[in-house]
T-cell receptor, first 115, second 115 residues
Framework: AQSVTQPDIHITVSEGASLELRCNYS??????LFWYVQSPGQGLQLLLK??????LVQGIKGFEAEFKRSQSSFNLRKPSVHWSDAAEYFC?????????????FGAGTRLAVHP | GAGVSQSPSNKVTEKGKDVELRCDPI?????LYWYRQRLGQGLEFLIY????????KSGLPSDRFSAERTGESVSTLTIQRTQQEDSAVYLC?????????????FGNGTRLTVT
């Protein structure tokens, strides 16, 4: 069965520090992978997605993610975190029957940013 | 333009009562999805509408859950005989199509509390 695992429930970083959020997936075919962010009081917003091609994808707000098939991972990174990045981040896999947006989500990683 | 609108934003109901949750998608979006987010968990897919096709109901957890959509506009999610385990945030999302270049646009959700 398809699944998405985000091993870190909470992460705290200092403003200006680098960030990596982990995501592992289980899916038999080529996955379509997404990262969404949920900021306090706001709806979920798509950060970036991977379908094919270059395994390093760039997203909004300075985020990037790298697809590693051998590790079944799609980790999210940002070189320098801003206080406004404090939010909950969800990794998701899609591409099943029902289109690209019928997604299986991980449980999320809540990011806190210290000044 | 207007985003995805959900109402009510909060709903408290007694166990055993029926509830209706409403979603107004972005105008022109042919695809509409319902997801559920339980406390501390990722989003669970519930149901998906695409144009005039039969909806994909594969994520509905029980026959107490149903949803309708009028054409390519408003959708309602109905939960009959609510149970405490139905307490969650119910999120609606729409997309222009089901193609890979059509990201999901999420509403802010309806927080349902069953007492």
């Amino acid at each position: 069965a398809q699944s998405v695992t985000q091993p870190d429930i909470h992460i705290t970083v200092s403003e200006g520090a680098s960030l990596e959020l982990r995501c592992n997936y289980s899916y038999g075919a080529t996955p379509y992978l997404f990262w969404y962010v949920q900021s306090p009081g706001q709806g979920l917003q798509l950060l970036l997605k991977y379908f094919s091609g270059d395994t390093l994808v760039q997203g909004i707000k300075g985020f990037e993610a790298e697809f590693k098939r051998s590790q079944s991972s799609f980790n999210l990174r940002k070189p320098s975190v801003h206080w406004s990045d404090a939010a909950e981040y969800f990794c998701a896999v899609g591409g099943f029957s029902g289109g690209y947006n019928k997604l299986i989500f991980g449980a999320g990683t809540r990011l806190a940013v210290h000044p | 333009g207007a985003g995805v609108s959900q109402s009510p934003s909060n709903k408290v109901t007694e166990k055993g009562k029926d509830v209706e949750l409403r979603c107004d998608p972005i105008s022109g979006h042919t695809a509409l999805y319902w997801y559920r987010q339980r406390l501390g968990q990722g989003l669970e897919f519930l149901i998906y509408f695409q144009g005039n096709s039969a909806p994909d109901k594969s994520g509905l957890p029980s026959d107490r859950f149903s949803a309708e959509r009028t054409g390519e506009s408003v959708s309602t999610l109905t939960i009959q005989r609510t149970q405490q385990e139905d307490s969650a945030v119910y999120l609606c999302a729409s997309s222009l199509s089901t193609g890979y270049n059509s990201p999901l646009h999420f509403g802010n959700g309806t927080r349902l509390t069953v007492t």
